[in-house]
């Protein structure tokens, strides 16, 4: 069995990714070589191809690329400890949950519930969908999101799964809060079911393809004043395209004094402050150098009551049955509705032969 394969078939890594990652920090393998149990030597994994055998013992040297469900957990893991954030007993929202990375990382450190939003599906690991203080609010765009898109995204996504009890801990509310309207974001219904509360204590998150700019407007509205916030930063996704260098990789520190001056100025605007830029202690996956942005809310936040912009629609192909293409088709065969908008055919120029007299 390939080398990669074994590591995730027999447990060791998650995906075979991770295991190609434990691979090249070093993997080593053995067998019995004899019916008195005698072992041969170990021998070191090579490449992600190299054959193992089914009942070889198999060693990973350094198991610190399998810590969590994705190296994103060591990337926050390092930022926790630099920030100093505990994040013990406290309920958490994960913007760009993907596979979990973030959210391991932060049920490991002592979150009692880690609500992931995501505007993908199916990308959570079972090991995380399957965890009763996990909740992963699926096909949503956190840019346009409210308190009340999320309660109803819970209730229609849950249907019991995910569903958490407990006490304050478990909804962020206690008997003080019951009676503070200023404790719920605007859009939150007061009346909501008791066992889901959208104001969390911590926010974090990990987003591709999308500016942090058009996303920390609507998030800040679901964490609590006081609360604090650490956003990974992606440079690349900052800037516009003719900012970033060749195979996307951002080099001139003259952008990455811009992102982060940008970033600080969206907080300022949002009634945020800002406690510490920082680097991230692994490089991005493509090689491109990434930071994290502490911030904490204050109690006079700015803007929550104005409406957030509509996130743009998702062009998506849309797939057709056959059978109603080709229906399609015979209704409208040769008509102007048939083609309507549609470039028409492509067509060859063919010389034409002069007439001959």
């Known amino acids: 069995m390939r080398a990669d394969l074994f590591l995730v078939e027999h447990g060791f890594a998650t995906t075979r990714s991770q295991a190609q990652r434990l691979i090249g920090s070093g993997v080593q393998w053995r067998v019995v070589v004899d019916e008195a149990q005698v072992m041969a030597p170990w021998k070191r994994v090579a490449k992600n191809g190299d054959e193992i055998p089914e009942t070889a013992e198999l060693e990973v040297l350094d198991n610190t690329e399998a810590k969590y469900i994705s ?3 060591l990337k926050l893991e390092g930022a926790l400890k630099a920030t100093k954030i505990d994040v013990r007993g406290l309920r958490c929202l994960d913007i760009g949950q993907s ?19 995501d505007v993908g599906h199916g990308q959570l690991h079972a090991s995380m969908r399957d965890d009763a203080r996990v909740v992963c609010i699926e096909g949503v765009n956190a840019r346009s999101l409210t308190a009340t898109d999320l309660v109803a995204e819970y209730a229609r996504q849950t249907c019991g799964g995910g569903h958490f009890d407990g006490e304050k801990s ?21 009346d909501a079911d008791s066992d889901f509360s959208p104001v969390f204590d911590f ?9 942090l700019t058009l996303v920390l407007p609507a998030v800040v509205r679901l ?3 006081d609360g604090h916030l650490l956003m990974l930063v992606k440079p690349q996704f900052e800037l516009q395209p003719g900012q970033i260098g060749k195979g996307g990789i951002v080099r001139d520190p003259v952008h990455f004094e811009f992102v982060e001056k940008r970033l600080r100025d969206a907080c300022a605007a949002l009634g945020v402050t800002v406690l510490a830029w920082l680097d991230s202690p692994i490089a991005g996956g493509d090689g491109n150098r990434e930071f994290f942005i502490h911030a904490q809310k204050g ?8 409406p957030l912009p509509a996130a743009p629609a998702r062009n998506l192909p849309k797939r057709t049955p056959r059978s109603e293409q080709r229906a399609l088709h015979a209704a409208h065969e040769d008509s102007e ?19 001959q007299d």
């Open 337 to 355: 509705e048939a083609h309507a908008g549609q470039h028409g055919p492509a067509r060859s120029r063919r010389r034409v032969k002069p007439e």
């Open 299 to 306: 109690r006079n936040a700015v803007g929550e009551d104005q």
């Open 203 to 211: 926010l974090t998150g990990d987003l591709s393809f999308i500016s």
């Open 99 to 117: 596979t979990g990375g973030f959210t391991d990382c932060l049920l490991q450190h002592g979150a009692v519930q880690v609500v992931g939003v």
């Open 71 to 73: 190296r994103g957990g």
């Open 170 to 190: 478990a909804n962020g509310w206690d008997d003080e809060d019951a009676g503070d309207e200023s404790a719920a974001p605007p859009g939150a219904d007061s």
């Open 223 to 225: 964490l609590k004043p």
